[in-house]
């Protein structure tokens, strides 16, 4: 069992930053490959990012591609998403999730956590 809790978002302006955490429990952590999910409103959950359970190997949906970055401290059983040239059509809730591999993690994650809310404002 994986427990998500994520921090990090809030208000930004067009063209600044944020980094959002995602702290897991369970000594299983630097098992599971690790990834962000977003959903806007009105809009279905989408795709973001991945890293391997190694941190070796990250995926990234295309747009974001430049501009987020993905990492994990498995010391910590925390995943980052770096989050740069913040554009207004990026707010939305972010969410963490696990899984056993990046291949079935974006297709369906294992584990969620309960999302927080970035806003870009223009």
């Known amino acids: 069992q994986v427990q998500l809790v994520e921090s990090g978002g809030g208000l930004v302006q067009a063209g600044g930053s944020l980094r959002l955490s995602c702290a897991a429990s369970g000594r299983t952590f630097g098992t599971y490959a690790m990834g962000w999910f977003r959903q806007a409103p009105g809009k279905e959950r989408a795709f973001v990012a991945a890293?391997?359970?190694?941190?070796?190997?990250?995926y990234y949906a295309d747009s974001v591609k430049g501009r987020f970055t993905i990492s994990r401290d498995n010391a910590k059983n925390t995943v980052y998403l770096q989050m740069n040239s913040l554009k207004p059509e990026d707010t939305a809730v972010y969410y963490c999730?696990?899984?056993?591999?990046?291949?079935?993690?974006?297709?369906?994650?294992?584990?969620w956590g309960q999302g927080t809310q970035v806003t870009v404002s223009s």
């Open positions: 999730a696990a899984g056993v591999a990046v291949t079935t993690l974006k297709g369906q994650p294992d584990y």
């Open positions: 890293i391997n359970w190694r941190g070796g190997s990250t």
